[in-house]
């Protein structure tokens, strides 16, 4: 099975650094494509031993399992870019924030198979988190697939669409959350003064530990929360401070907001979708429902929202 990754960046190196560390696919198994004005991505990805190309089409053509790895403004244009050159054998799998199966499948050929997937950046080091959810034109077997490469990265379950916005709030955009929470102790370390690379390596262990107790003791947080907290000891005291400054309060609302940015960015990149693609626009070719490719917008070419 050869899979191809449209764009290059920061998600699609962590899943095909994943992939490769996992040793169930090979450098020949993976190909990835991004415009020439960033060529440094594709020369990161071709240090891995892939192959690139500045062709998206090249990579609905030489894949069978197509990962749509741009922002989510891109995606439809992406999308609509490639394709005449979809066949049914093919699996398409955006990994955008918001973008839904749906408004991918308009762009796509009917009964185009499209699958969303919700990945985070720890797949790097094959610790991710991925939730994905499964398009209504997709085959018997398409969640085998993707559920076979996302599990060689981490953590992967199949959900409702309606779940992968939350799941967007929670465990897409948890890494950055947990990346400064780990800075955040750092600094408390070093103002309390460890030296700066012990007070990392302390607080990064304490994450992971608390982490791999919830998964292997299968025990409730609270119940492992207690077991630290002695009567009077230290912990007691600094979660005080923590419960004082609303810490879970913090942490609820963070995902609240991400869940709903990522449901927002949706129905943005629809709306501005249906300004661009009037009716009209769209013409048929081979039975495929095609639109014309967007140029590139100048003043906004990595398509920021
Ligand atoms: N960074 C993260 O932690 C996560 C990102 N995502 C999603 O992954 C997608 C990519 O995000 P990042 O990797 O962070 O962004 P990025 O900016 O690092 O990468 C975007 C890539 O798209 C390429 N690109 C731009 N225009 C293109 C075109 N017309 N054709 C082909 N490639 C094109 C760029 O060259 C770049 O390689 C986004 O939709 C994001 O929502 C999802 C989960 C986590
Ligand atoms: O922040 C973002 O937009 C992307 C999607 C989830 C994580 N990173």
């Known amino acids: 099975m050869k899979i191809g990754f449209i764009g290059a960046g920061k998600m699609a190196q962590a899943l095909v650094r994943g992939m490769l560390a ?19 991505l594709l020369n990161d990805m071709k240090k891995l031993g892939i192959q690139t190309t500045n062709d998206n089409v090249e990579v609905t053509h030489k894949s069978d399992v197509i990962f749509l790895a741009v922002k989510p403004p891109l995606v439809r244009t992406v999308a609509a870019e490639v394709a005449p050159s979809l066949s049914k054998d093919k699996l398409v799998v955006s990994i955008a ?3 839904t199966i749906r408004s991918i499948e308009s762009l796509l050929p009917t009964k185009a198979r499209v699958v969303r997937v919700m990945p985070n950046t720890p797949a790097v080091v094959r610790a991710g988190a991925s939730a994905y959810s499964i398009g209504s034109a997709c085959h018997e077997g398409d969640s085998d697939i993707v559920y076979d ?13 309606s779940l992968v916005d939350p799941v967007t709030g929670l465990s897409g955009s948890g890494p950055s959350y947990m990346f400064c929470a780990i800075e955040a102790l750092s600094d408390g370390g070093v103002k309390m003064g460890l030296p700066r690379a012990l007070a990392l390596k302390l607080a990064a262990h304490t994450l992971l530990g608390a982490a791999k107790m919830v ?19 230290s912990s007691i005291y600094a979660m005080h401070h923590l419960e004082k400054s609303a810490f879970r309060g913090i942490l609820i609302d963070a995902v609240e907001a991400a869940c709903n940015r990522s449901k927002d960015t949706g129905d943005t990149a629809k709306q501005s979708e249906n300004l661009r693609y009037h009716i009209t626009d769209i013409s048929f070719q081979h039975g495929y429902r095609t639109a014309p490719s967007q140029p590139v917008d100048e003043a906004n070419p990595d398509g920021k929202y």
């Open 149 to 161: 490469i996302l599990s060689t990265v981490g953590y992967a379950v199949e959900v409702p669409e």
């Open 97 to 99: 924030l918001g973008i």
């Open 22 to 40: 996992s040793g169930r696919f090979s450098p020949e198994c993976l190909i990835a494509s991004s415009p020439k004005r960033d060529e440094p």
């Open 215 to 233: 998964l292997e003791t299968g025990q409730h947080p609270a119940a492992l929360k207690d077991d630290v907290q002695s009567p009077s000891g």
